[in-house]
């Protein structure tokens, strides 16, 4: 079955810097990759999404990156502020094997 | 636009009783999605519905979970009976024909 992973169950980063967070998943050749936000107490919000065709993605901080042959999808925050901190959660496709998520802390 | 409704927010049973969780998806929606999100996890798909019909339904616990959306539009995911271990928040999303899902605010149930 496919399986999908985030290394980091927390990441802390200082104001300022930039956040990098990792997908990998296995068993599985997704057609796309998408990246929510969730904050406590609410549901995942849609940031961003990639297809396999697709080197990287950008949506004003946020970068993302899809490399097929690693398997891996690199989520990138610049610039990253307090009000960055949430769990951030990768998916594959639409039926959406969510990953456990990254839960990221911006210290100011 | 309006966004995905559920309710109740927060439930509290004990355990062997029943409970259901309404969900009203963005109008025009033809897709619904319940998720079952425990603590410290990702959202893990229980059923999706297309209209009316059921497109997946392979992680959902049959034996004491069930769901409908009659006239496809809103839906309704029932527990009978509960266990310890469905203690989670139980997410409804819906999908306009795009990429995207749109998630609701999910129902908080504790079983004790």
């Known amino acids: 079955s496919q399986k999908i992973e985030q290394n980091s169950e927390a990441l802390n980063i200082q104001e300022g810097k930039t956040a990098t967070l990792t997908c990998n998943y296995t068993?599985?050749?997704?057609?796309?990759l998408q990246w929510y936000r969730q904050d406590p107490g609410r549901g995942p919000v849609f940031l961003l999404l990639?297809?396999?065709?697709?080197k990287e993605k950008r949506k004003e901080r946020l970068k993302v990156t899809f490399d097929t042959t690693l398997k891996q999808s690199l989520f990138h925050i610049t610039a990253s502020q307090p009000a960055d901190s949430a769990t951030y959660l990768c998916?594959?496709?639409?039926?959406?094997?969510f990953g456990k998520g990254t839960k990221l802390t911006v210290n100011p | 636009e309006a966004g995905v409704a559920q309710s109740p927010r927060y439930k509290i049973i004990e355990k062997r009783q029943s409970v259901a969780f309404w969900c009203n998806p963005i109008?025009?929606?033809?897709?619904l999605y319940w998720y079952q999100q425990i603590l410290g996890q990702g959202p893990k798909l229980l059923i999706q519905?297309?209209?009316?019909?059921?497109?997946?339904d392979s992680q959902l616990p049959k034996d004491r979970f069930s769901a409908e959306r009659l006239k496809g539009v809103d839906s309704t995911l029932k527990i009978q009976p509960a266990k310890l271990e469905d203690s989670a928040v139980y997410l409804c999303?819906?999908?306009?024909?795009?990429?995207?899902?749109?998630f609701g605010p999910g129902t908080r149930l504790t079983v004790t």
């Open positions: 990639i297809r396999e065709n697709e």
């Open positions: 109008s025009g929606h033809a897709t």
């Open positions: 068993n599985y050749s997704p057609a796309y």
């Open positions: 999303a819906s999908n306009g024909g795009g990429y995207e899902q749109y």
């Open positions: 998916a594959l496709e639409e039926w959406a094997v």
């Open positions: 519905f297309q209209n009316n019909g059921v497109v997946d």
